[in-house]
């Protein structure tokens, strides 16, 4: 009886370590964490391009409306942020938030002046800067700064290659007109200038927004996913405009 004693316990503990690494194991976890990053990334890619195709024409005709949708977001994003089945999703929309309201209150009152859409655009920097430094709402916070990122490069192009006046003007004047002033920036565009300059930010974004994707973590793939659909909205205005 005590020489088999030992064999069972050393049985117990040999089936007591196996399923403590089976539970560690980190095949399922990451299994799904990965699915979780990539729809984090496309859900990333998607609310940065809302703002641009869907805020922008509800907010020239009913601005109000725009910046009292604000709350209503940040209600919604407590509510997912309230179960633990649906926190990721309210992490992400509460940093969208942010970029809701900065587009309802640049593109609804201020949109004739260029210089004031990147103090704009900041409006959620403090808060975004106090979440990282507490470890809170990293997904939306970094979403909210990669989207920022995007914007800054962005504008800066246009003040490098020149574009600020025809953006003026394409504000001031009536749907109708706004073709000639279209080609007239796209020339600008096409110039020796403009075109090393697009190429040079395009690869800032490109590096900045797949650098992060090498990391497995949400809060990387949200950065990441908001600055690489920067790339693909600002291509899409070029292509309108070359169509115009």
């Not at 040999?14 to 859900?43: C, F, K, M």
């Not at 641009?52 to 209503?72: C, D, N, Q």
């Not at 009536?174 to 080609?183: A, F, R, T």
């Amino acid at each position: 009886m005590d020489k088999k004693l030992p064999v069972k316990n050393a049985g117990s503990l040999g089936i007591e370590e196996l399923e403590s690494t089976l539970s560690a194991s980190p095949s399922l976890p990451l299994l799904t964490l990965s699915r979780q990053t990539w729809l984090v990334l496309a859900a990333a890619v998607f609310l940065v391009s809302v703002p641009v195709f869907i805020e922008a024409p509800l907010v020239r005709s009913l601005p109000s409306l725009s910046l009292a949708m604000t709350g209503f977001w940040v209600w919604l994003s407590f509510r997912l942020m309230s179960r633990p089945a649906t926190y990721l999703w309210g992490d992400l929309l509460l940093g969208f938030s942010w970029s809701w309201l900065a587009g309802a209150i640049y593109w609804g009152w201020l949109r004739w002046e260029p210089l004031w859409h990147l103090p704009v655009e900041s409006i959620g920097l403090p808060f975004a800067c106090w979440c990282v430094a507490r470890n809170w709402c990293k997904v939306g916070s970094w979403f909210y700064l990669g989207s920022l990122f995007g914007t800054v490069l962005t504008d800066v192009y246009f003040y490098i290659v020149d574009l600020m006046p025809y953006w003026r003007q394409i504000m001031q004047v009536e749907p109708d007109k706004v073709s000639p002033i279209l080609q007239a920036a796209v020339t600008q565009v096409r110039t020796p200038w403009g075109q090393a300059w697009a190429v040079a930010l395009a690869l800032v974004l490109l590096t900045a927004g797949i650098v992060p994707l090498r990391n497995q973590q949400k809060h990387c793939f949200a950065f990441g996913g908001a600055v690489l659909s920067t790339i693909l909205v600002d291509s899409l205005f070029l292509l309108a405009a070359l169509v115009a």
